[in-house]
Antibody
Framework: QVQLQQWGAGLLKPSETLSLTCAVYGESFSGYYWTWIRQAPGKGLEWIGEINHGGTTHDNPSLKGRLTISVDTSKNQFSLQLTSLIAADSAVYFC???????????????????WGQGTPVTVSS | IQLTQSPSFLSASVGDRVTITCRASQDIGNYLAWYQQKPGKAPDLLIYGASTLQNGVPSRFGGSGSGTEFTLTISSLQPEDFATYYCQQLNMYPLTFGGGTKVEIK
């Protein structure tokens, strides 16, 4: 049974960089998209972006080039960096696994079936 | 792609049949998933491919629809079903979620 365990700094100042890491235990790292989602206080879910084991990424244009998602296959971990933080980036950040399905020669995300525990992040001066 | 869920809030009793609608701003085929989230927890997958029940999810949950209109139905609401429900489209990047439907006890 796959388990996702995430960690990272929870209190940051405006203009600083958020760094979060998610470790994957119990199953293969390949064949999935590894995803970040966030949820502002009292709000809905926002898809941030994803990466596969080969390093292919897709991200949300709303983050305007501030986002980097990376993968370390030797450790079965993937990471998020979000630069130039603002108060609106305050949220609970979740990592998750996206099951994939074939679309021609590509694998595309199909649903999110396993989630990390969430990391609350507050951006405040 | 924008997903509009309705209602955003509903009050229901144990045993009630509940239907939540998710409308997409363009055709997404059947690339839709439903999640349940309880306070302070990560979401749990209920339905994928618009109508396929995730392993371990009770059969009182059902999903239907394709294209732009989808529904999540709970045939007989149980106490543990009071939660917030989200739809998600996985047809086109950026992947998006609906605004959520909070189901509360009447």
């Amino acid at each position: 049974q796959v388990q996702l365990q995430q960690w990272g700094a929870g209190l940051l100042k405006p203009s600083e960089t958020l760094s979060l890491t998610c470790a994957v235990y119990g199953e293969s790292f390949s064949g999935y998209y590894w995803t970040w989602i966030r949820q502002a206080p009292g709000k809905g879910l926002e898809w941030i972006g994803e990466i596969n084991h080969g390093g292919t990424t897709h991200d949300n244009p709303s983050l305007k080039g501030r986002l980097t998602i990376s993968v370390d296959t030797s450790k079965n971990q993937f990471s998020l960096q979000l630069t130039s933080l603002i108060a609106a980036d305050s949220a609970v950040y979740f990592c998750a696994r996206a099951r994939t399905q074939s679309f021609g020669v590509f694998l595309v995300p199909y649903y999110l079936d396993s989630w990390g525990q969430g990391t609350p992040v507050t951006v405040s001066s | 792609i924008q997903l509009t869920q309705s209602p955003s809030f509903l009050s229901a009793s144990v045993g009630d049949r509940v239907t939540i609608t998710c409308r997409a701003s363009q055709d997404i085929g059947n690339y839709l998933a439903w999640y349940q989230q309880k306070p302070g927890k990560a979401p749990d997958l209920l339905i994928y491919g618009a109508s396929t029940l995730q392993n371990g999810v009770p059969s009182r949950f059902g999903g239907s629809g394709s294209g732009t209109e989808f529904t999540l139905t709970i045939s007989s609401l149980q106490p543990e079903d009071f939660a917030t429900y989200y739809c998600q489209q996985l047809n086109m990047y950026p992947l998006t979620f609906g605004g959520g439907t909070k189901v509360e006890i009447k």
